[in-house]
């Protein structure tokens, strides 16, 4: 299956605890990369996994979270929160606010993150389909 993460840390992930970053829709995907990466994204090869999985996750909803869990850098809670959810192993996947588009508009939308040490992960999640996908970045 071609689902990675890297060694690094995110919002919702301290150094060493891997957690892979989804979105509910590959254009949320895509506005999460561009917005935090900027237009060195140009610069790399990605691509997009599309996966199933076999229960709907639980939300996290902002109702749930400190009120500065969307500032930027992110604060060390979000971490907290991420590592705490992942050591549980409850479930393979959670389902979490984004930073970028308000909820409270697009209550469909939604980033998604993935356990990929959860002892069912081979279970819960059937890999679709992969494909490569490139930016271009025109200058104003």
């Given amino acids: 299956m071609p689902l990675g993460y890297g060694p690094g840390s995110g919002r919702w992930n301290p150094f060493g605890i891997p957690v892979i970053y989804a979105c509910s829709h590959s254009a949320l995907n895509f506005l999460e990369l561009l917005s935090i990466k900027g237009p060195v994204v140009s610069l790399t090869a990605w691509s997009l996994v599309e996966f199933e999985l076999a229960e709907d996750p639980p939300f996290l909803g902002v109702e749930d979270l400190p009120l500065d869990w969307s500032l930027r850098p992110h604060p060390k809670i979000t971490q907290t ?25 697009y209550p469909q939308e939604h980033n998604l993150l993935v ?9 819960k999640i059937k890999f679709i389909q992969e494909t490569n996908v490139s930016f271009s970045i025109n200058p104003l």
């Fill in 115 to 123: 356990n990929p040490l959860h002892p069912d992960f081979s279970n």
């Fill in 81 to 105: 929160i991420g590592a705490f959810w992942t050591k549980q192993q409850e479930h393979v996947a959670l389902k979490v606010p984004s930073c970028r588009i308000p909820l409270i508009n």
